[in-house]
Structure formats: structure tokens, C-alpha cells
């Protein structure tokens, strides 16, 4: 079975940092791609980084420059450091892996930000 397991999620001030962490259990050892995404209630889950199986990592355009995504030294884990964040960050994010057509993702961390 499956399972992507996110962890580092909580609440932080505005303009505070968090490191968010990915570690995924009963996948099939590969070369994965590896993203984040976020979500809040009421809206669609949206894209936040993704680094390929190879090549650089991309970002959406509302994060860039705050936050890197990386692989770190597992092939099967991912890590999203956020700085600098905002009020509008706040929101489950959730990591997914793939590769091949298949698609796993986890069942997500809540990040507050607030004062």
C-alpha cells in the first residue's frame, strides 16, 4: 500500500518559515517526480513547485522566491521550505509524487499563518 506521509505543518507569524517534509512509504524504487500543492476550503487545489524527474524545479508564480522545493538525499521524499509567508499561504498543503502515468499524493498538513 501506498502512503505519502507530509509532517512540519502548524502555525507561524507572518514573515516566519516552515519546513515542510514528504516521506512516502510502498512506492516501487524509481526516479519520481515530486510536487506541492495547497488548498483551501472552497477553492481548487492549486499548484505550488514541482521538480521533475530530471531537470529544474518550477514554481508558480505566487510563491516564487519564498519557497524551494527539494528531493533531499531519499529518493522518496520531498521537502518544501516556506519563507517569508503570508497570511494568503495559509492552507493544506499536500505533496505528490509520480511517475510512469501513476500519481500518489498525501493526505496533507495545515499551515496557519497569523499574528
Known amino acids: 500500500q501506498v502512503q505519502l506521509v507530509e509532517s512540519g505543518g502548524g502555525l507561524v507569524q507572518p514573515g516566519g518559515s516552515l519546513r515542510l517534509s514528504c516521506t512516502a512509504s510502498g512506492l516501487i524504487f524509481g526516479n519520481y517526480a515530486r510536487a506541492w500543492y495547497r488548498q483551501v476550503p472552497g477553492k481548487q487545489r492549486e499548484f505550488i513547485a514541482r521538480?521533475?524527474?530530471?531537470?529544474?524545479?518550477n514554481y508558480a508564480d505566487s510563491v516564487k522566491g519564498r519557497f524551494t522545493i527539494s528531493r533531499g538525499n531519499a529518493w522518496n521524499t520531498v521537502y518544501l521550505q516556506m519563507n517569508s509567508l503570508k497570511p494568503e499561504d495559509t492552507a493544506v498543503y499536500y505533496c505528490?509524487?509520480?511517475?510512469?502515468?501513476?500519481?500518489?499524493w498525501g493526505q496533507g498538513t495545515q499551515v496557519t499563518v497569523s499574528s
Open positions: 505528490e509524487m509520480d511517475r510512469a502515468g501513476n500519481v500518489y
Open positions: 521538480v521533475p524527474s530530471s531537470g529544474s524545479p
